[in-house]
C-alpha cells in the first residue's frame, strides 16, 4: 500500500513549524518515531530543544564510522532523529529497510533537491554504451534508466560515480542528451506518514517528481485557535487575507527599472552573454544606488541575490560596491538568520534550468514557468522581515518577475491545488 504523503501548505506564519512541534510533542514515544529533516544545522538545534516529550538525536560521525552509519544505528534502536536535507539525500536500500521495520513518521521541512544533473558528456555516455558497461532500459511507467551491468561491477575507472549511482537504480535518462540522479522515490513510501511543510507546492520541482512517480499527495493547511494548531483539508483553510501583506510590501517604481523590460532580461542566460557585458555594469549601479541612495540603509539592514555563475563571476559583476556581504543566494530557505533584513534586491529573472524543464516533459509532466519563478522569489523574500509580519522595500528589476509578485499580491491565481492534489481529506495518521 503506498503511502499518500500530506503536503501541509500555508504562508510562513500560518503555523506550520508550530503544528509540527505540537504534533510531535503530544505523540506517545511507544507508538510514534519521528525523523524531522530541515535545511539547516541551527534548525535542528531548534527542533531538538522544543520537542521536549521525547529525544531528538543528530546523527554524528564516530570512530571511522559515517553520519549514515549512526543513522542506520539510531534507526535500528528505534531513536527520533533530527538531521539536515544533505544527509537525507544519502538514504539506501538499508535505511528503506529499518525505516519500515520501526513505522517511523517523516516531517520534511520544505521540500528537497530530489532532482540533479549528472555532469557527463553525451560522447561519454556513447562510449559506456559501446563498452556495454550500461544500458538504458524502460520500466513499466516508461520512465528511462541508466543500469549498469553486473559484470562490470568491479570495473575502477573515472566513471565510478555514475557507476553508484546506476547501481542503486537512481540514475534517470533524460532528452536523449543527459543524466538525472533521481531521489529515490521508495524512501517516501518507506514511511509510515510523511508530513512536507512548504509553501507553493505547485511550483515545486517535488511536486512535478511526485507527479512523475505517481505519488499520491493530499493538500493540507494549518488551522489556529489559541495557539493550538490543527491540519484541516486544504479545502476548508482560511483564505490568506493579502491586503494587510501588500501594504508592507514596498516595490520600487521608478526609472531604474527599464533595465529589466525584456522579458528574459536578467535571466542566468542574459546576464551571461558577453554583448550584454555593459548592461551588467549598469545593474550593478542601479543596485547600489537603489541600496545607498534611496533607501539609505547599511549594509546590516541589506539582503541581495542574483545568479553566482561559474566560480561566482556573475555574482562579483553585479555585487553593489559597500554591499557585497547582504548576498543571499536566491536558493535560501527555512532559516531565520536574516528576519531582521528589510532593504532587498532581486537582481535576476529565475527560469528553470532547461535539462530539468526537458527530463519532466519529456514523460509529460508540465512545469508551469511563471509559477516556479514566483514560489522562487517568495521564498527568497520570505528570509527578510517579512516573516516577522514588518514592511520590506524591495528592488525588482525584471519586469516579469514584478509583475508576478503584483499578481500574487492582487489576486488569487496561485493559490489553487495542483491538479492531482487530494484537497478534502483529513491528515493521513488516525491520531489527528
Not at 22 to 35: E, G, L
Not at 163 to 191: G, H
Not at 225 to 236: A, Q
Request: glycine share 4%; hydrophobic share 35%; aromatic share 12%.
Amino acid at each position: 500500500m503506498k503511502t499518500t504523503i500530506n503536503v501541509v501548505d500555508a504562508p510562513c506564519g500560518y503555523g506550520k513549524t508550530s503544528w509540527a512541534i505540537q504534533y510531535m510533542n503530544s505523540m506517545a514515544s511507544d507508538t510514534h518515531q519521528f525523523i524531522y529533516v530541515t535545511p539547516f544545522l541551527e534548525e535542528v538545534e531548534r527542533v531538538k530543544s522544543s520537542v521536549t516529550n521525547r529525544v531528538f538525536y543528530d546523527p554524528i560521525a564516530v570512530k571511522g564510522e559515517t553520519k549514515l552509519d549512526d543513522v542506520h544505528r539510531l534507526l535500528g534502536e528505534g531513536k527520533d532523529i533530527c538531521t539536515t536535507h544533505a544527509l537525507f539525500q544519502m538514504a539506501t536500500l538499508e535505511t528503506m529497510k529499518l525505516l519500515k521495520v520501526n513505522n517511523y513518521t517523516l516531517i520534511l521541512d520544505e521540500v528537497l533537491n530530489v532532482i540533479e544533473q549528472v555532469p557527463l558528456r553525451k560522447s561519454d555516455l556513447t562510449l559506456l554504451l559501446e563498452a556495454e558497461a550500461v544500458s538504458i532500459i524502460e520500466d513499466d511507467n516508461g520512465l528511462k534508466y541508466i543500469k549498469w551491468k553486473k559484470a562490470k561491477k568491479n570495473y575502477d575507472t573515472r566513471y565510478n560515480e555514475i557507476k553508484q549511482k546506476a547501481l542503486t537504480n537512481n540514475l534517470m535518462y533524460c532528452d536523449n542528451s543527459a543524466l538525472i540522479w533521481n531521489f529515490p522515490c521508495e524512501v517516501f513510501q518507506s514511511f509510515q506518514n510523511v508530513f512536507i511543510l512548504t509553501y507553493f507546492f505547485k511550483g515545486q520541482l517535488q511536486r512535478a517528481y511526485y507527479d512523475l512517480h505517481g505519488i499520491n499527495y493530499r493538500y493540507l493547511s494549518v488551522k489556529n485557535e489559541e495557539s493550538d494548531y490543527t491540519l484541516i483539508p486544504y479545502n476548508d483553510r482560511i483564505p490568506y487575507n493579502k491586503s494587510g501583506l501588500k501594504d508592507k510590501i514596498d516595490i520600487y517604481i521608478g526609472d531604474l527599472n527599464k533595465i529589466g523590460d525584456g522579458t528574459y532580461d536578467l535571466s542566468k542566460k542574459w546576464l551571461e552573454k558577453p554583448s550584454n557585458k555593459d548592461l551588467v555594469v549598469k545593474l550593478n549601479k542601479n543596485a547600489r544606488n537603489y541600496l545607498m541612495n534611496i533607501c539609505k540603509e547599511k549594509v546590516e539592514n541589506v539582503m541581495w541575490t542574483t545568479v553566482k555563475g561559474d566560480k561566482e563571476i556573475i555574482k562579483k559583476k553585479i555585487s553593489p560596491r559597500g554591499f557585497s556581504s547582504g548576498f543571499v543566494q536566491m536558493t535560501e530557505r527555512a532559516t531565520n538568520k536574516y528576519k531582521e533584513k528589510y532593504c532587498l534586491a532581486y537582481l535576476v529573472n529565475r527560469y528553470l534550468n532547461p535539462i530539468q524543464k526537458r527530463f519532466f516533459e519529456q514523460y509529460g509532466v508540465k512545469i508551469d514557468q511563471n509559477t516556479w519563478a514566483l514560489s522562487e522569489l517568495i521564498q527568497w523574500m520570505w528570509r527578510s522581515r517579512i516573516r516577522e509580519g514588518l514592511s520590506i522595500k524591495i528592488y525588482i528589476p525584471s519586469r516579469r518577475m514584478r509583475d508576478l509578485l503584483n499578481l500574487y499580491l492582487n489576486s488569487e491565481t496561485f493559490e489553487e491545488a495542483p491538479q492531482n492534489a487530494i484537497t478534502n481529506e483529513p491528515p493521513s495518521d488516525w491520531h489527528l
